[in-house]
């Protein structure tokens, strides 16, 4: 694993990724939910405030689980200095993963009282229901450890982050491998729908983004300004033919802002189609919905919003639209 000289950020915690602190943010998820459906794609921070426990690392290296929850004092195996940012656990210095159970790919498990409970909200539970599942990648290297650099789409500058992370594992499917290993997916450190910095590039003992500063959004507007073009790969295909590449590029679709938080739920209205009263929710015009030349804006306070039937007047299925009733 490579280290960054240039880091200035000693740190006394083992697994840094929370945002609450400079240079430890997690991961910035971005999802994109339209209807029924689950487009999901680039992970890159929402950032976790939690850490993994000071106990664990700042064990002296090998760690074995019964030394999990001893006494540390955060030196390293020579008794000079804790481990930092400068000062990484060295190759014979590391966590014995053969001494911990394994988790997923990539991943251990580590007991509760040893991860802070801000992240464990972050982390899925081993088969034991108790402990959690980390990255070996943060175990190894106790958190001081800089991530490998990547290509997200269209060349943008990322991290390598474990699929371990939930974050990360739920959006592996659209997610580069770049030259991550298996386990891991490429994250951008800015995030290419609003140009605002993931946290993906500050996890650990990484200093940012090497080649250029984040600000504005890599990926062109669309939608009247209310959506971002992104490449079809970020994409799930079953999802592409509800988008519309109207005021894209090449291949590229057309996503409404609103549809990447996957809390998003549209206000209701109400519409008529087909001689008939619907109730409904009010969602972009710009998608590329079936019966969409039949939909109008109903009570939708929005001239640009279409009011979506929740209720298919053809088959009487429900369409799922974020914010009809489940």
């Known amino acids: 694993m490579s280290h960054n000289p240039a880091a200035e950020l000693p740190k006394q915690s083992f697994g840094c990724f929370c945002p609450s602190e400079p240079r430890e943010t997690a991961m910035i998820r971005s999802h994109l939910v339209l209807a029924s459906l689950s487009i999901l794609t ?27 929850h001893g006494e540390g004092d955060g030196s390293s195996p020579n008794g000079e200095a804790p481990y930092s940012c400068e000062e990484p656990p060295q190759a014979d210095e590391l966590v014995d993963l053969s001494q911990l159970t394994p988790c997923k790919s990539g991943g251990h498990c580590i007991e509760a009282e040893d991860v802070e409970p801000d992240l ?33 789409v269209n060349g943008l500058e990322g991290r390598c982050l474990s699929t371990v992370l939930p974050e990360i594992g739920r959006t592996a499917d659209t997610m580069p491998v770049s030259n991550c290993q298996p386990h891991e997916r490429c994250s951008p450190c800015c995030d290419p729908f609003t140009g605002e910095a993931s946290g993906a590039c500050d996890v650990g003992c990484d200093i940012g983004p090497i080649e250029a500063q984040c600000g504005e959004p890599a990926f062109r507007a669309c939608c009247g300004g209310r959506g971002h073009c992104a ?3 970020l994409i799930k295909p079953e999802d ?23 809390d998003y739920r549209a206000p209701r209205c109400q519409g008529r189609v087909l ?5 409904g929710v ?8 079936p019966m969409d030349f039949l939909i109008g804006q109903g009570s939708c306070g ?9 209720t298919d007047p053809r088959t009487g299925e429900a369409t799922g639209a974020p914010g009809c009733p489940e």
């Open 42 to 68: 680039i992970a890159c921070g929402q950032g976790s405030e939690g850490q993994l426990h000071h106990d664990l690392g700042d064990r002296p290296a090998p760690v074995h689980p019964g030394e999990l």
């Open 120 to 152: 464990q909200a972050r982390l899925d539970r081993c088969e034991d229901g108790v402990s959690f599942c980390v990255p070996d990648e943060i175990i190894l290297y106790r958190g001081f450890y800089i991530p490998e650099t990547c290509r997200f």
């Open 231 to 233: 490449p079809p790969s």
């Open 240 to 262: 592409r033919e509800k988008l519309s590449g109207s005021g894209c590029a090449g291949e590229n679709l057309c996503v409404p802002d609103v549809l990447r938080d996957p």
């Open 275 to 279: 001689f008939r009263d619907y109730e």
């Open 282 to 289: 009010c969602l972009p015009g710009c998608l590329d919905l």
């Open 302 to 310: 929005n001239p640009n919003d279409e009011c979506v039937p929740c």
